[in-house]
């Protein structure tokens, strides 16, 4: 017999969540979809073409012709072309705040995240439980909305978050790592991005980000990588 188990992972911006649930995800044979990296493809495309991020109708529009296909763990295709880089710079969370707020994508997005979440794909063996021998397959999904809004009945809900500062320095890291820290971009100024971005992202009228009643809360700030996933991959054994 084969059991389904979703995961779902929120938090506030470079909290640790998409580094967790990639890894969880391949740990677990599980299928990783980054909710996060859809709303930035559906925000570089509109850059690229042009179009006003605040024109809610045109940006509605693109998204219904917006094909966002996740080929393997942490890789991102925009309409066939791979955009994995191009989606992470500051200028595309400096133009996101209208794309996620705009309810009309959202719930395009939505339809799309869960039918990716139901796909039964065979790069997603899923693991054999020793005791029961019982085949344990599913997916690990994170953003802002997932406990909430997406898949209300997850079988385990985490919500992420770690100190201001320390996922500040972080971003600062990450994109220093990847050669995609804009000219003269400092500390400060990303987590001046973090925090206006996790005010917007709180405060919308269209699923917000908050914490799930039923989530676990995971502070990240004093622990490793590693740690991270293994307190959540314990966390999907007590449940099983
Ligand atoms: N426990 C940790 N210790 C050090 N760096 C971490 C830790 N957790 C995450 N990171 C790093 O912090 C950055 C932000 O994490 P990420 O997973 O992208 O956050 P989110 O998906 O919540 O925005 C990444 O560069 C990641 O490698
Ligand atoms: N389920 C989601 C996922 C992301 N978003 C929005 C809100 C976020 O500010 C942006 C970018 O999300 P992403 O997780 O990729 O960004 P961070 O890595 O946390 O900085 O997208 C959302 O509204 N709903």
Known sequence: MS????????????????TTAKLLAKKLGFGYIDSGAMYRA????????????????????????????????????????????????????????????????????????????????????????????????GVVMDGRDIGT??????????YIVADARVRAQRRFDELKRKNALAQGETVEAIAQDLESRDKADRTRKASPLKKAEDAVELDTS??????????IEKMVYDRL
């Open 3 to 18: 059991r389904l188990f979703r995961i779902a992972i929120d938090g506030p911006a470079a909290s640790g969540k998409s």
């Open 149 to 158: 809004v997406i898949l209300p009945d997850a079988e385990l809900k985490v």
């Open 42 to 137: 559906v925000t570089l495309k509109c850059l690229e073409k042009g179009v006003q991020v605040t024109d809610t109708q045109r940006v509605e529009e693109i998204v219904h012709h917006t094909n966002i296909r996740f080929p393997s763990l942490g890789h991102v295709e925009l309409d066939g072309h791979d955009v994995s880089t191009a989606i992470r710079t500051s200028r595309i969370v400096q133009n996101i705040n209208p794309i996620a707020s705009n309810p009309g994508v959202r719930a395009t997005l939505a339809d799309q995240q869960r039918s990716l979440a139901r796909a039964q794909d065979p790069a997603w063996p899923g693991f054999t439980m020793a005791s029961t021998q019982e085949k344990i397959g």
């Open 222 to 231: 004093h622990k490793t990588i590693d740690e991270q996933v293994e307190a």
